[in-house]
C-alpha cells in the first residue's frame, strides 16, 4: 500500500510539468532517427526544428481550443492554412511591396472566419467539431472558386527571405520567432485575465460561470486567436514551400491535434502547455522524418500517427483518473 501512495506521489509531482513526456520522447526520437539516418549533428537538429516551427504556430491556435473544454477542436484549420496561403501569394503577385497590405488582409481574413466558428459554437451551440468542419466546408469552397483564376506560381522575394533567413548560418529566425511566441503564450495563460479564465473554462463551465467568467467572450477570443494564427501559418508556409496549391493545409489538421495532446495539454479542457506543444510538434516532425526514412508510404504514416495519438489519448484519461 504504502509503494502504491509513493508511486501515486511521483506521478503527480511528474504532472506537474506535463510537456516532461514530449521532451523525453523528442530525443528519444532524434536518436533513433540519428540511427535509421546514420548522422546526427547540429544542422540537422535545425532544421528539424525549423520544420516543427510552423507547425507549433497553428498548433497553438488548437491549444486554445482544445483547452476550451467539451471536446472542441478547431477543423476548419487546415482549410484555412490553404486559402491564407492562396490569398497571400495570389494578391502579393511576387510584388514585395504588396505584402504591406496583404498580410494584414489576409490576418484579418483569419480572424474573421474564426469570430464565424465563434458565433456557431457560442450562439448557435453548434458542437465546435461540427461548427469547424462545416466551417472547412465553406473555406474549401472559398479555395476551389479563388483557384480557377490562380495564375501566380512564386512567392514574394522579400516573404521567402524572411522566412528563410538564418542567423550565423545556421540558425533559421522562425526558431527564435518561435521562442518569443512561446514565452508570449506562457504570459497569455498564466499571468492574463484572459489566459487564467480559458483554464477555468476549461476546467468547469459552471464553476467558470459562478466566478464571474465571461465564458462567451473567452471563447469567441480563442476561435479569434486560433484563426489569426491560422492564417499566419498559411502565410509563412507559403513562402516555405515557394507558393499555394490545393491541399497544402491538409497534414496540419491532424498533426496539430497531435501536437497539443502530446505536448500535455488536456483532450478534455483546463490545461494548456504551450512549451509541450512546441515539443509535441517537434517529436511528430522526428517521427514524421524517421518514417520517411524507413521508406513508409504516407498511407502506413497516417495509421501510425492516429494510432499514437489514441495511445496518448488512453494514457492521458488513465492518468487523469489517478
Known sequence: MNVRIIKKQNLAQIMQYPWIWSVIGSVI???????????????????????????????LGQ???????????????????????????????????????????????????????????????????????????VITTVVLLYNNIFRVFSVAPALTSFVRFEFFGSVPLMI??????????????????????????GQSLKAAELAGVSVKTVKIMSYCFCGFLSALGGILISARV?????????PYQMQTVAAVVVGGTLISGGRAVPVGT???????????????????????????????????????ARTKEI
Not at 536518436?31 to 525549423?50: K, P
Not at 458542437?127 to 469547424?132: G, R, V
Not at 527564435?176 to 473554462?201: E, V
Not at 511528430?284 to 504516407?298: C, D, K, R, V, Y
Request: include cysteine.
Open 176 to 201: 527564435l520567432i518561435i521562442i518569443l511566441l512561446l514565452l508570449l503564450f506562457q504570459y497569455l495563460i498564466n499571468h492574463t485575465r484572459y489566459g487564467k479564465s480559458l483554464i477555468a473554462l
Open 242 to 250: 515557394g507558393g499555394a496549391f490545393l491541399g497544402l493545409g491538409d
Open 63 to 137: 491549444m486554445l481550443i482544445v483547452t476550451t473544454g467539451e471536446g472542441a477542436i478547431d477543423l476548419s484549420i487546415s482549410t484555412l492554412i490553404t486559402l491564407s496561403a492562396f490569398l497571400t501569394t495570389g494578391l502579393t503577385n511576387t510584388t514585395d511591396s504588396n505584402l504591406i497590405w496583404v498580410i494584414p488582409l489576409v490576418l484579418l481574413i483569419g480572424v474573421f472566419f474564426g469570430f464565424i466558428n465563434s458565433v456557431l459554437v457560442v450562439f448557435l451551440r453548434i458542437p465546435a467539431i461540427i461548427a469547424t468542419l462545416a466551417m472547412s466546408y
Open 278 to 316: 512546441f515539443f509535441g510538434a517537434l517529436f511528430l516532425t522526428f517521427l514524421t522524418t524517421a518514417m520517411q526514412i524507413a521508406g513508409i508510404n504516407i498511407g502506413m504514416q497516417n495509421i501510425i500517427t492516429g494510432f499514437f495519438i489514441i495511445f496518448v489519448l488512453f494514457l492521458s
Open 29 to 59: 526520437m532524434f536518436i533513433l532517427l540519428g540511427i535509421l539516418a546514420g548522422r546526427t549533428n547540429w544542422e540537422s537538429l535545425m532544421t528539424l526544428c525549423y520544420s516543427a516551427s510552423f507547425l507549433t504556430i497553428v498548433a
